[in-house]
């Protein structure tokens, strides 16, 4: 039996984390915001229009390395401008 390799990366975009919280608290300092302007110049920029959470990106993880992702591969969504 052939091993099968299935490769799939995940690139989530902002993410409400500690990391996150670092870069917006950056923005506040370098171009004199408030943390909600900050917060919504990068809600500008995301594709799903809002700041993700740990647990959307943990939710996709999971079906991928699940039985039902077993045929998803190589999927690359962008933002076309």
């Known amino acids: 039996m052939q091993d099968q390799v299935q490769v799939n ?10 990391r996150l919280n670092v870069r917006l ?3 506040v300092r370098d171009h004199h915001v408030s943390l909600e302007e900050a917060a919504q110049k990068m809600v ?9 959470l ?14 039902r992702g077993r045929f998803v591969h190589g ?3 962008r933002r076309r401008r």
């Open 44 to 52: 500008r920029n995301a594709r799903t229009m809002r700041l993700g």
């Open 9 to 18: 990366a995940v690139n989530p975009g902002a993410v409400r984390t500690d």
């Open 75 to 77: 999927v690359d969504r």
């Open 25 to 27: 608290q950056a923005l």
């Open 54 to 67: 740990p647990e959307d990106v943990a939710y996709l993880v999971v079906f991928l390395v699940s039985a």
